[in-house]
């Protein structure tokens, strides 16, 4: 059977339809903008079978068309608005829109379709200031405070969904993600924020020197640990609760990205901005967070992270190289 993704040219859903397909799995995916011709081309590559269904969230036909290529067993709702500041003045109609109700229109055309399984990756911005220096952050010790419309719209559906999930007889589980960095990352025209890695990253790729606003640190996690993690979700068996976090478990910064960086980009320069001076790799958070508590996934998943800021780095600078 398949696992269907929506949002699937999408950077945390390009990753999970790679770890499938590289899997040999059946996938569908659903989404209005077009795939990246490098994804075309390295996913004909790839043992499992992808069909890409163009159509939006937010028409129940073009759900029911994706639902209905394939018998479907899980679905791994990817499609969102990651909305910054201007956006989120601009259009926030929009932006709820998504985050929200195309939500809910999406696990309400997956319990008509007969699916079993509904993963929602949510996001860790729904901690909001609660994470501020804390030592860890734990999925039962700190109550959500988003402070932006998409932590906002993240925590509205987080709330929601279990709920209709369970009225509707679906087996949901929500992933509230740490900074996900990785391949894949590129702007959608629905991504405003962009990771510090990346920028550091296309830094040291393009000869130019990385200048560090302020460093901030936080759980940054690898998106190919990401989609690891979500499809684990989808695949086990038997959950001992509806939302987990899903992150690194380590505490990094841009410095720790960029020292990591120039031990496999040879002639990568980088340093902090200078006071007054505005760099050019932005961090966004505005404060320290602490690193997720991501026991009880791999407890109930074995979900183990493979890929810290060494690892990746050698990974991703390969990969983009």
């Known amino acids: 059977?398949?696992?269907?993704?929506?949002?699937?040219?999408?950077?945390?859903?390009?990753?999970?339809v790679e770890h499938l397909l590289r899997a040999g799995r059946e996938v569908v995916g659903l989404d209005r903008i077009a795939l990246p011709e490098r994804a075309h081309r390295e996913f004909a590559a790839l043992p499992g079978r992808f069909t890409l269904i163009g159509g939006s969230i937010l028409s129940s036909a073009d759900m029911r068309r994706a639902l209905t290529v394939a018998p479907v067993e899980a679905v791994i709702h990817c499609a969102v608005i990651t909305a910054g500041?201007?956006?989120?003045?601009a259009d926030p109609e929009t932006i709820v829109a998504v985050n929200v109700q195309g939500a809910v229109g999406a696990l309400m055309a997956a319990a008509r379709g007969g699916v079993r399984t509904f993963v929602y990756p949510s996001s860790g911005a729904i901690y909001g200031t609660a994470v501020r220096d804390v030592a860890l952050i734990?999925?039962?010790?700190?109550?959500?405070?988003?402070?932006?419309?998409?932590?906002l719209t993240k925590r509205a559906a987080e709330t929601i969904l279990p709920r209709v999930a369970s009225v509707?007889?679906?087996r949901f589980a929500a992933a509230r993600l740490g900074s996900v960095y990785g391949p894949w990352e590129y702007a959608?025209?629905?991504r405003d924020?962009?990771?510090?890695?990346?920028?550091?990253?296309?830094?040291?790729?393009?000869?130019?020197?990385?200048?560090?606003?302020p460093a901030w640190r936080g759980d940054f996690v690898y998106s190919r640990d990401v989609a690891d993690g979500l499809v684990r979700l989808a695949d086990a068996p038997a959950l001992s609760r509806a939302v987990y976090n899903l992150g690194s478990g380590q505490l990094e910064s841009a410095a720790t990205w960029c020292a990591a960086v120039e031990r496999c980009v040879p002639g990568f320069r980088w340093r902090h901005a200078e006071a007054g001076e505005v760099g050019n790799v932005d961090s966004h958070t505005g404060f320290h967070r602490g690193p997720m508590?991501?026991?009880?996934?791999?407890?109930?998943t074995g979900y183990v992270p493979r890929y810290d800021f060494p690892a990746a780095a050698v990974d991703w600078s390969k990969m983009d190289a």
């Open 193 to 213: 924020t962009l990771s510090p890695m990346l920028q550091a990253l296309e830094c040291a790729l393009r000869g130019e020197e990385a200048v560090l606003g």
């Open 168 to 170: 509707q007889g679906v």
């Open 138 to 151: 734990d999925e039962d010790a700190l109550s959500p405070a988003p402070v932006a419309l998409y932590g």
């Open 85 to 89: 500041s201007a956006r989120e003045k």
């Open 293 to 300: 508590a991501i026991g009880k996934i791999a407890r109930d």
């Open 188 to 190: 959608t025209g629905v």
């Open 1 to 16: 059977m398949a696992i269907l993704i929506t949002g699937a040219a999408g950077f945390v859903a390009l990753n999970v």
